[in-house]
């Protein structure tokens, strides 16, 4: 759990480091937001402040981290580093015994910060539909024209074959 201790003062400021592994397995249960081929690895920094405002506390921070995962257009294994920012309003009804619990917010942070799409790089080109080549690692040999299946007979008339 991240347990933030509030001291006297208007800011607090916090810093986590803990495995990636064993944050996840405490935070994360089995059936929850990451898919098989998707973890966190290495580990996971957290670190920031807290405001007192005298009614409420503002939370600001940022969230280190580096994510294994498999490119959903190419299917090679692949790792990025993740970096994702915080800046959340809590009651002080929150606090209990002097401790904010910022686990939660953590953990939402982290999924609500996933691309919907994982890619190894930005330009990724993914695999041929006809043969699964690599396209990233080179071209292969597929005949790249479509045509439209209801215009195909049209092509008669031009004494082009092949369909």
Partial sequence: ????????????????????????DKT?????????????????KIYGEIVNDGLSLNIRGKI??????????CLVSAEENQVHEFDEEVDKADIADGMLDITEL???????????????????????????????????????????PRLAPMLKFKGIDGF
Avoid: H
């Fill in 1 to 24: 759990m991240l347990k933030v201790s509030l001291g006297k003062g208007v800011s607090t400021q916090f810093n986590f480091e803990e495995s990636a592994e064993s944050f996840f």
């Fill in 28 to 44: 994360f249960s089995d059936d929850d937001f990451f898919a098989e081929d998707e973890k966190f690895i290495g580990k996971i």
């Fill in 64 to 73: 280190s981290c580096r994510k294994k995962f498999v490119c959903d257009r």
């Fill in 106 to 148: 953590v953990k939402d942070t982290l999924i609500a910060a996933q691309p919907i799409k994982n890619l190894c790089k930005a330009d990724c080109r993914g695999l041929c539909p006809n043969c699964g080549q690599n396209l990233n690692t080179g071209e292969c040999d597929c005949n790249k024209t479509k045509i439209d």
